[in-house]
């Protein structure tokens, strides 16, 4: 019963997201304002974690396979893109590297100054 | 034959379901980043598509099961944040500033590669919200005046590719500071950069989850600036 009852509060949270999604209009989607209520949730300790960690390991675990439909999608979409595919292949591809570079090094940088800055404070005193 | 494959309820979700299965074999296999389970994965359903000449609506008949479960297992990526609260308040200042200039890079460079292959607008808009999760840069699409149906196909073609070259891009710029690693893939590749994030480990996975909804809401605002530019 225990995964049951994880998996209904699971949905449930997606649930609210879905109304906040109808609510709001914004392009935000159910999935992110669950994503916030959940971590609220959490956060207030109105749920424990408890309530829902094995179900929601075993979702998060299993998540890849859930974007095979959407990817297999890619099949009807082919006569849209066909027009245009050398640009976006090439955009794709460059843009994808730099976000993943740049912020992987600028946070990667100002960690490490902090570091240092927290070192030096140590030696002052 | 085909008309028993096309009717059944099953189908879709068994053949995703397998060829995901078969994926992760031949990767524990061979070990090679390329042969990412989810790329085999989805290359083996559209070739078993192709070959029995199912339409994908029939397919989805039964694969669409799977995705339903899509913006659960996104709320359950909470989880993992919560997890690792303390560290993000640790770090509160590299989160935000690596996320924020992931999201400048991203527009940038799709402006300034949109300008360099003289892109129309609705082309521009179209690929403007390309790193982010899919529900959002669908909405951020339509409303720009884009054509979403390719934004949707650029989003999972860049959440593949991440996945993919992760380890390779960690590698040739140095990155090694597991937050790093986790804003980078999220930033860059959203959900399907977030299943890669989870393997590395368990920080790199909660800042990849952290990293798709703030990235993404960044983008809404960022990309209705952007689009004014072009």
Known sequence: MKYLRQFCIILLISFLGELFHILIPLPIPASVYGLVLMLTALCTGILKLAQVRETADFLIEIMPVMFIPAAVGLLDSW??????WFPVVVITILTTVIVMAVTGRVTQYMIHRSRQQKSKGADIQ | MIAFLTDSVFFGAVISLAAYEAGLLIR???????????LIATVCVMVMLTLFKVEYRHYNEGAKY?????????????VPLYQQLTLLRKNLKAVAGGITAGVLASLVSVFALAKLFSLTHEQYVTLLPKSITTAIGMGVSEELGGI????????IVTGI?????????????RIEEPIAKGLALGTASHAIGTAKAMELGEVEGAMSSLAIAVAGLMTVIGASLFAYLM
């Open chain 2, 28 to 38: 524990r296999r061979f070990k090679l980043a390329v042969l990412n389970p989810l």
């Open chain 2, 161 to 173: 590719l991440g996945n993919v070259i992760a380890e390779f891009v960690f590698k040739i710029f």
């Open chain 2, 148 to 155: 979403s149906t390719i934004t949707v196909a650029v989003i």
């Open chain 1, 79 to 84: 006569t849209a893109l066909q027009p245009i």
């Open chain 2, 66 to 78: 799977i995705s339903y479960l899509l913006t659960p297992a996104t709320v359950c990526l909470a």
